[in-house]
Nanobody, 121 residues
């Protein structure tokens, strides 16, 4: 069974940093693209960053460019989202997702349950 489990969320002060993890199982991890998304209350889900099966990186949102970094550790079947200079507007549920096609501009097939990130003022 394909599973994606996010972890690392929590409460952090504005300006702080947080590292999210997405542990994957049930598929050949390094063949696929992995993306990070978020959804704030009352807002549509938005894509943040993606890393492809060949480790190209895509920024979906200018608002996080330079502050968020995506990486993957294929040996651990894990993708990370390193977040720094966090702002209250970064508060959201963060999700990881996998695109079986391997590219960051394809549809995503599987999603994790999300992890809550709350940034205080």
């Amino acid at each position: 069974e394909v599973q994606l489990v996010e972890s690392g969320g929590g409460l952090v002060q504005a300006g702080g940093s947080l590292r999210l993890s997405c542990a994957a199982s049930g598929f050949t991890f390094d063949d696929y693209a992995i993306g990070w998304f978020r959804q704030a209350p009352g807002k549509e889900r938005e894509g943040l960053l993606c890393i492809s099966s060949i480790d190209t990186r895509v920024d979906y949102q200018d608002s996080v460019k330079g502050r968020f970094t995506i990486s993957r550790d294929n040996a651990k079947n894990t993708v990370y989202l390193q977040m720094s200079s966090l702002k209250p507007e970064d508060t959201a549920v963060y999700y990881c997702a996998v695109a079986l096609g391997g590219g960051c501009f394809l549809s995503y097939d599987y999603w994790g349950q999300g992890t809550q990130v709350t940034v205080s003022s």
